[in-house]
C-alpha cells in the first residue's frame, strides 16, 4: 500500500563519506519533508520542499542538503557524514497545508561509524 | 524554537484500563495533532484538532485541544494489547505552516 518508500532501509557509513537517502512517492502530493529521529528529541524537521526545485531549511539543517528536480523524488545528502548524524530518517508527503494528514515512510536507519 | 513537552516519557498499564497523555507547550500553536508510531514503522496521524476547545474523537481515543492553545491531551479508552507504540503531539508553527514540531514521545506498553 505504500506510497512512500525511502531506500535504503539501513545504510553503515564511514565518517567523512558522502550519503544520499532517497525518498519516492507515488501519489503526486506537493509537499515533502525530510526529518530525523532520535531518543528523547521526537522527530525534527531536517528540509522541506513546496515543490520541484522548491526547498527550503528546517530546525536542524545544518550538514544536510537536499534536491528535488521531479515531483516525485525528494533526496536527502549528507555531504561528510559524522557520527552526530546517526539516526532514523523520516519522509514525509502532504497534498495540503490545511489538513496536516502527513504520511510517512517506515525510515532509514543510518549509522556513521 | 518552540518546544512541545509531551508527558509522561512512558506508561506501563494492564490491558483494559483507560490512558491519557499530554503535551504543553510555552507558545500557542494554532493546531495539535497526536500520530501514533508502531516499531520500525513511520507515525500515523490518529487525530487532528484545529480549533481551540475543540474535543475530537476517533473510535477509544479522544483529543482536546486546550483552551488557550498551549497545551493538548490524548485519552485512550479499554486499552489493547495493539496500542502498544509510541505517542507524538505535533503542531505546525505559526507563521510557517511547513515546520512541523514533534513532543518526544509517550512510550505505551500494554500488558495483557
Known amino acids: 500500500d505504500a506510497g512512500i518508500t525511502q531506500s535504503p532501509r539501513h545504510k553503515v557509513t564511514e565518517t567523512g563519506t558522502p550519503v544520499t537517502l532517497r525518498c519516492h512517492q507515488t501519489?503526486?502530493?506537493?509537499?515533502m519533508y525530510w526529518y530525523r529521529q532520535d531518543p528523547g528529541h521526537g522527530l525534527r524537521l531536517i528540509h522541506y520542499s513546496y515543490g520541484v526545485k522548491d526547498t527550503d531549511k528546517g530546525e536542524v539543517s545544518d550538514g544536510y542538503s537536499v534536491s528535488r528536480s521531479k515531483t516525485e523524488d525528494f533526496l536527502l545528502t549528507l555531504e561528510s557524514a559524522t557520527s552526530s548524524q546517526t539516526s532514523v530518517y523520516f519522509c514525509?508527503?502532504?497534498?495540503?497545508?490545511?489538513?496536516?494528514?502527513?504520511?510517512f515512510g517506515s525510515g532509514t536507519r543510518l549509522t556513521v561509524v | 524554537g518552540q518546544q512541545l513537552n509531551q508527558s509522561p516519557q512512558s506508561m506501563f498499564i494492564q490491558e483494559g484500563e483507560d490512558v491519557s497523555m499530554n503535551c504543553t507547550s510555552s507558545?500557542?500553536?494554532?493546531?495539535w495533532l497526536w500520530y501514533k508510531q508502531d516499531p520500525g514503522e513511520g507515525p500515523v496521524l490518529l487525530i487532528a484538532?484545529?480549533?481551540?476547545?475543540e474535543l475530537t474523537s476517533n473510535g477509544r481515543l479522544t483529543a482536546q485541544f486546550g483552551i488557550t492553545r498551549k497545551d493538548s491531551f490524548l485519552n485512550i479508552s479499554a486499552s489493547i494489547p495493539s496500542d502498544v507504540g509510541i505517542y507524538f503531539c505535533a503542531g505546525p508553527l505559526v507563521g510557517n505552516n511547513n515546520d512541523m514540531r514533534f513532543g518526544a514521545g509517550t512510550r505505551l506498553t500494554v500488558k495483557p
Open positions: 484538532l484545529y480549533k481551540a476547545g
Open positions: 507558545s500557542i500553536f494554532n493546531t
Open positions: 514525509a508527503i502532504s497534498d495540503s497545508q490545511e489538513t496536516y494528514g502527513y504520511t
Open positions: 501519489e503526486n502530493h506537493r509537499y
